[in-house]
């Protein structure tokens, strides 16, 4: 499995439709972790000088399809890791990420405004047209979202899976989450936090 063992947050019914309250709920855990949401390209490279976001390049098990940010927080990177691995021993294929980090100034038209990419936490899947492989992922993800570590959304134009990684162990700010209402989200406007000074980091867990 691609999870680690960590508590359950909270009774949240694990599902690959993308809905509002999903989307406010990541928005919400993004929030509430303090993740810088970057505005132009500037600051996503200003974030990767202080190490909030990390470069990620593929290897033996996954690869990156005209990914214009290659950066993401250093979960997510761990995460893609783990799960691309367990993904290409089950099914013989590498997986294809398609999108990472995106500033809110380069975020496509249709993009919601409670959109994580901004803050590094997401990733886009291209969906495989080999049925098994598209089957497995999919249990996978579901399975992630039901011991909430991720968030995934099945998109179909183009067709992918929208994941968003949670940052760390943390019942009490997903319930937190999930309680508030989406008005009280949509409130909170996405901005740059002034960075603090960088500090040595410890390198990032494997994820499980």
Not at 84 to 95: F, P, Q, S
Request: charged share 25%; with cysteine; aromatic share 6%.
């Amino acid at each position: 499995s691609a999870s680690p063992d960590r508590p359950a947050a909270s009774a949240h019914a694990a599902s690959l439709r993308g809905t509002k309250s999903a989307m406010s709920r990541q928005y919400a855990v993004a929030r509430v972790n303090g993740a810088t949401f970057a505005r132009t390209s500037a600051e996503v490279y200003r974030c990767v000088d202080l190490g909030t976001l990390v470069r990620v390049a593929g290897n033996a098990n996954f690869e990156l399809d005209k990914v214009s940010y290659p950066f993401c927080r250093p979960e997510t990177k761990a995460f893609i890791e783990r799960l691309a691995a367990d993904y290409r021993a089950a099914t013989g294929e590498k997986l294809v990420i398609t999108s990472l980090t995106r500033p809110i100034s380069a975020q496509p038209r249709n993009a919601s405004d409670l959109s994580v990419h901004p803050a590094g936490m997401a990733l886009d899947i291209r969906r495989s047209n080999n049925g098994a492989a598209q089957r497995w992922l999919e249990r996978e993800l579901l399975a992630l979202e039901g011991r909430n570590l991720i968030d995934a959304t099945k998109e179909r134009r183009p067709p992918h899976y929208h994941v968003a990684v949670f940052p760390g162990p943390q019942p009490e700010l997903l319930a937190e989450a999930d309680e508030a209402p989406a008005a009280a989200v949509q409130q909170a406007s996405p901005t740059v936090k002034k960075a603090p000074a960088p500090k040595p980091r410890a390198a990032a867990k494997p994820v499980k």
